[in-house]
């Protein structure tokens, strides 16, 4: 046989869907044009020993070392199977139905299919449509849907490269990101401890190694090390929690499924009904006072209405004490294991670990269990060796410490073009930055060749919380508090932070804003609104409201809010692109990589940012060279690295050979005062961002200013019904929804991103093949939940209450509590009837339409009521007439739903595995 | 001349399926010549065996990962010496040249052969052969385990990682099936075995540190251990499919005998002690 002549070459590509930032390091070989496989990068240990002071952590005679080897996550390996996936969008395309000339027919979004067009038509329309709508009514009648955690890439990122576009042409109105997966701490905790701008435990300096040295107990409240942390690419978790027992540290789960963290860590678990937490701290809180087994003194000088707290807890204010029985009920937890765990808590020290997320704290009211963790912490000494909350994951976002030692001598600063979430200009006190991604002056001066492309574009006109966009186009109104700015980290971009203090919640926002324009136009860069967000059908029923005459979408894959797009712009992933990459939070070192195409784009598609200079093209070329600056791809990585501060370390062509630069570890890391030790030992010096600079067990803010809310009340309180949620098992629907449904973050997927990887998805976590071959999203059972409705494990089921019907597959386990049932968000939505019935397993479709709480805007998409029942003959039967499209379309037995479905007279010509 | 061994510690396997799809990454599309052609999708070289076990709420799970087990008295070999062979390095090889032939998929014990539909051939695990002659020193399985669970190396070598694991903890590596006696070159630590718990509550509180005394009916062979601090007890690693007997007994309580057999695990629920 001839020898074959290959072309072999390796890149270095980060493995991240936590856009902005980029993460853990993947090498790619590559052979003629081709991705052949994706391994972890190792470190060059050599090389790292000799130069960048390698950390390592010493506990109980145990040393932990990190791994020189980038342990990217199980997503990462996979991801040559996105690239090529047969669900890109390669081309531009029309829906076929969507005549912007004439009819436009907004009810079939959702429906009807779609058509390959040319990028100069494409353009052409996307240029006239913005330029009839800011005539015809308003610029902020565009409405941006842009904001974060797409692929993380710097110099054309996945978000706000059409904000930035929508700057040049008018102006838009914002699609303000809600706090997510902080719901609870955000609009809770904060009003507690402070700890701007999250209201997560900041800060978290060497956490981990007191943890390790101090602490007897770890409870994983609502955790799943083993899930959360993998979308900024990497398992260093997974090493710390197997240390922890190796430590002898038990590791109590405290959560309502055996979750993958548990199954694998855990000493105990402890199942607890979803959103009852509430009712088990009190009960604890109860124990602690009636026994007199927490820490007075400590009380005394470090807390604020500890008095109110008392009163409520013991029954003095309403006359119920929070006792264990009491609790019981509600939670599901015995009454023996609840006074045992209270008192194994007071006789030991014990941290709380979490990684976001999790149906404790995106649930209905999920204030009250954020506000009433940090209470039970301060009563046993928060911030003294071994009693914190420890963060599992962003380990480099919220401090110039991080709870893993690996803190850098010095951070670089990667500039990142695009700011996807800009405040509204007047809406912010001008003492407060909001720019997120301007250039320092120290970066100007090291790369004044990117000055005009970082000039401050006007921002938006308007804006809406993410969680209200459904409700604010269907309803024509919505109105809400605070939100007015996305918080974001002080870190790697130092300077870069804005903080919203938590004044901001108790301003009153509208929408429309006086004398400005509803929407009538939608641009998305983030199309998994319908599945990741709050009440995902009527989502569905926003897209297809008549009054949004044009809506487009720029997205490397067809999934999600696609289907209700009008236009289709093809984007090309991280592997088709130049790019500066920041591995920050891998835990290992910090280290800043120049990321090359592995291959040439595929089809038609162009980076994101190179999407709306084909638009600007249209408006003219002065459009595109304020925009781009006149600076290509290259140009930009060449000068983003010249700014980041890197360059006076090591030389562009150094780097530019070696690839990488891996920043030294700085050697005061490990010196830091761990978490909020200086508060611990003298409040008075080193107080809270609290009014009163104590723990408040009484918010002396919610006293100032809204004091009558039922729902958050100064003390938190047992909720059991309000105004903006009827979903605890008293409930009278739950005679009709007699389970909670309970949600996180996916183990396979990031939210909605890597739901289509068709070898993952083979694994029966992650869906569930139904007897008629068509992979459903699991939709776990316990066996007696089960056999009460005749359910048996692979039956077809339908999950739903009032807000509609999404199909799952069951999958029976002794890993989840009675009266609950547990689907992941983030499946791929699958329309039968849009806004009713979704085969895809998007379980959000039928989370609560309300934010968390009437005065707090975050999503409660977990714990609520629904039933499970099996799917039936007159089910199918009905919906196949009703629909007979949507059991049409084609379906790839590997990857799921596909493109291919959506196309008239489809024609790829560049397959999978072409 | 190296001999290639793998452990799998099964303690250590967090469930993340990196060594399943990172065989998919190196073998789907991926032709690697003499040592094995490209696989197809929903072909898996590499699978894992998900165990859940006990009940609700002592449930645990495993998960077992399952290459081919490069037998050193290899079933395949024996039953097909036409198609299977042993490199000197111990790495046995389905020759894909005589692999279009469906009944090689019976010559494996452990189902390790699989058949490619598309290709119409049959198809296994090679160790990565074709990665370690061109020099690497990993598989991909074993370089893409974020956890030490599955460790590849030379057995020949002493100061090898995997020699030195290996001596460590002789007394407990073992086969995945020691029945077939093939002994293969994957060993296997802690795979999953039935254990025996409860709930132990005394006049509705749990009891704590009271002593457990698990018997096995059959050899006489006693584990003992105290409930901790939620009132529970567990004995894990127990033979399958034997009577035993269960002794609680705490300070000033009347002594309770259980009987049970591991047909699968027990779970005893919530044990009352009187007085």
Redesign the interface.
């Known amino acids: 046989m001839e020898k074959k002549i290959t072309n072999k070459y390796k890149r270095l590509v980060s493995f991240s869907l936590m856009g902005p930032e980029s993460g853990a390091l993947c090498e790619v070989d590559c052979e003629d044009g081709k991705i052949i496989r994706i391994n972890p990068y190792s470190y060059d240990k050599e090389y790292t020993d000799a130069n960048c002071n390698p950390w390592h952590m010493e506990a109980r005679g145990k040393t932990f070392d990190p791994p020189k080897r980038v342990n990217i996550t199980h997503m990462g390996l996979c991801y040559k199977t996105r690239v090529y996936s047969p669900n890109r969008i390669l081309y531009p395309m029309k829906r076929v139905d969507w005549d912007p000339e004439g009819e436009r027919h907004p009810e079939t979004r959702g429906i009807s299919g779609y058509e390959r067009i040319s990028w100069e038509e494409a353009a052409k329309i996307c240029a006239n449509e913005i330029k009839r709508i800011n005539k015809t009514y308003a610029p902020e009648a565009i409405l941006c849907e842009s904001d974060m955690h797409g692929e993380g890439k710097n110099v054309a990122p996945s978000h706000g490269c059409p904000n930035r576009m929508f700057s040049l042409t008018g102006g838009y109105t914002q699609q303000m990101r809600n706090m997510d997966s902080w719901e609870g701490w955000y609009w809770g905790a904060k009003h507690v401890w402070g700890c701007e701008p999250v209201g997560e435990m900041a800060p978290q300096a060497n956490l981990i190694p007191d943890m390790a040295e101090n602490s007897d107990g770890l409870f994983f409240w609502g955790c799943d090390p083993e899930v959360t942390p993998l979308g900024f690419g990497m398992k260093m978790p997974t090493l710390l929690c197997y240390w922890f027992t190796e430590l002898g540290i038990k590791s109590i789960y405290i959560c309502p499924d055996l979750n993958y963290g548990a199954a694998i860590h855990a000493d105990k678990w402890i199942p607890v009904l979803p959103n009852t937490d509430t009712a088990l701290q009190l009960a604890i809180a109860y124990q602690w006072l009636t026994n007199d087994t927490y820490d007075k003194e400590y009380i005394e000088k470090h807390t604020y209405g500890f008095d109110k707290f008392k009163a409520y807890v013991l029954g003095e204010e309403d006359g119920i004490p929070k006792t264990p029985k009491w609790a019981s009920e509600k939670c599901g937890v015995p009454v023996w294991t609840i006074k045992a765990l209270a008192d194994y808590w007071a006789e030991n020290k014990v941290s709380i670990c979490h990684g976001n997320g999790g149906s404790y704290i995106r649930s209905p009211y999920a204030t009250e269990p954020a506000r009433l963790e940090v209470m039970l912490l301060g009563m046993q000494g928060l911030g003294n060796p071994g009693v914190h909350q420890c963060k599992l994951i962003e380990w480099n976002m919220w401090a110039a410490n991080y709870p893993l030692p690996y803190t850098p001598e010095f951070v670089p600063a990667v500039p990142h073009i695009c700011d996807a979430i800009r405040t509204v200009p007047g809406d912010i006190p001008s003492n407060i930055k909001m720019s997120r991604f301007p250039l320092s002056d120290a970066q100007k001066e090291r790369a004044p060749e990117i000055v005009d492309l970082f000039e401050v574009l006007p921002g938006p006109k308007q804006y809406i919380p993410r969680c209200l966009v459904q409700t604010a186009i269907v309803d024509k109104h919505a109105e809400w508090m605070g939100m007015s700015c996305f918080a974001t980290a002080g870190n790697p971009r130092p300077g870069n932070n804005r903080v919203p203090t938590v004044y901001d919640q108790f301003e009153k926002n509208v929408y429309p804003r006086p004398g400005m324009s509803r929407i009538h136009m939608i641009w998305s860069t983030a199309p998994c609104n319908v599945t990741c967000w709050n009440d995902g059908f009527k989502f569905q029923k926003a897209y297809r409201d008549p009054e949004i005459e044009t809506f487009v979408i720029q997205h490397p894959w067809m999934e999600n809010d696609c289907y209700f797009a009008d236009l289709l712009l093809p984007v090309c992933t991280k592997h088709e692109m130049h790019d500066i990459g920041n591995d920050m939070s891998s835990g290992t070192y910090v280290s800043i990589y120049k990321e090359e195409p592995c291959i040439p784009p595929r089809g038609e598609s162009v980076s994101d940012f190179d999407v709306c200079v084909k638009v600007l093209e249209q408006f003219g070329p002065e459009y595109v060279k304020a925009y781009t600056g006149d600076l290509s791809e290259e140009e930009r990585v060449r000068f983003f690295y010249k700014a980041s501060g890197c360059e006076e370390r090591m030389s562009f062509e150094e780097w530019n050979e070696k690839k990488i630069f891996v920043v030294p570890v700085s050697k005061e890391a490990k010196d830091a005062v761990p978490g909020l030790g200086d508060f611990a030992k003298d409040p008075e010096e080193y107080p809270l961002e609290t009014p009163t600079g104590l723990l408040e067990y009484s918010s002396s803010n919610i006293e100032k200013f809204m004091p009558e809310d039922t729902e958050r009340p100064p003390v938190p309180h047992w909720v059991e019904k309000g105004p903006w949620h009827d979903e605890r098992l008293s409930s009278e629907r739950a005679e009709k929804y007699p389970l909670l449904c309970m949600s996180n973050h996916g183990r396979w997927r990031i939210h909605a991103q890597c739901d289509d990887i068709p070898w993952s998805r083979e694994v029966e976590t992650m869906k569930i093949k139904g007897e008629d071959g068509y992979l459903y999203e699991p939709c776990w059972l316990n066996p007696k939940e089960a056999e009460k409705r005749g359910i048996k494990h692979g039956d077809i089921v339908k999950v739903f209450n009032e807000r509609g019907i999404v199909l799952c597959g069951a999958y029976v386990t002794e890993r989840l509590i009675e009266q609950t049932c547990y689907v992941d968000h983030g499946s791929r939505l699958d329309p039968i009837i849009p806004g009713e019935v979704d085969r895809g397993g998007a379980i959000n479709n039928i989370s609560p339409t309300n934010p968390i709480g009437k005065n707090s805007t975050g999503m409660a998409t977990s714990g609520f009521l629904c039933d499970v029942q099996k799917v039936t003959e007159e089910d199918w039967a009905e919906w196949k007439s009703k629909a007979p499209w949507a059991f049409e379309r084609h379906y790839d037995k590997a990857f799921g739903v596909c493109v291919e479905g959506w196309m008239k007279d489809y024609e790829n010509g560049d397959n999978y595995h072409g | 001349m190296a001999k290639y061994g793998f452990i799998i510690d099964v303690d ?7 060594c ?3 065989c ?3 073998w ?3 032709d690697h010549g003499e040592l094995g052609a490209a696989t197809a ?2 072909m ?1 070289l590499m699978r ?1 065996n ?1 165990i ?1 076990y ?4 002592k ?3 495993d998960y077992v990962p399952i290459p081919c087990q490069h037998c050193k008295n290899a079933p395949c070999i024996a039953k097909r010496p036409d198609a299977f062979y042993a490199r000197p390095d111990g790495l046995v090889i389905l020759d894909p040249a005589k692999s279009a032939d469906k009944d090689l998929l019976t010559a494996c014990p452990y189902g390790c052969v699989q058949w490619n539909e598309a290709a119409g051939i049959a198809q296994k695990c090679n160790g990565c052969a074709h990665m370690l002659d061109a020099g690497e020193k990993q598989t ?1 399985c074993s ?2 385990c ?2 030490q669970a599955l460790i590849f190396g030379d057995l020949d070598d002493p100061e090898s990682e995997i020699s030195k694991f290996a001596a460590e903890h002789a007394a407990e590596l073992e086969d995945f099936q020691p029945a077939f006696k093939a002994d293969g070159a994957v060993k296997y630590m802690y795979l999953p075995k039935p254990f025996i718990c409860g709930e132990v ?1 005394f006049e ?3 009891v ?1 540190g009271a002593k457990v005394t698990v018997t096995c009916d059959e050899c006489g062979k006693e584990y003992t251990t105290e409930t ?5 007890f567990e004995v894990q690693g127990l033979p399958t499919n034997k009577p035993f007997t269960v002794k609680i007994e705490a300070e000033g309580c009347q002594p309770k005998v259980l009987t049970c057999r591991t047909a699968g695990s027990v779970n005893f629920g919530e044990i009352i002690l009187e007085k």
């Open positions: 250590r396997c967090n469930g993340c399926y990196s399943f799809l990172a998919k990454d190196e789907i599309g991926n999708e929903g898996n894992v998900e859940e006990g009940t609700h709420d449930v645990k799970v991909r370089e893409c974020p956890n509550t509705g509180e749990d704590k901790d601090f939620l009132g529970d």
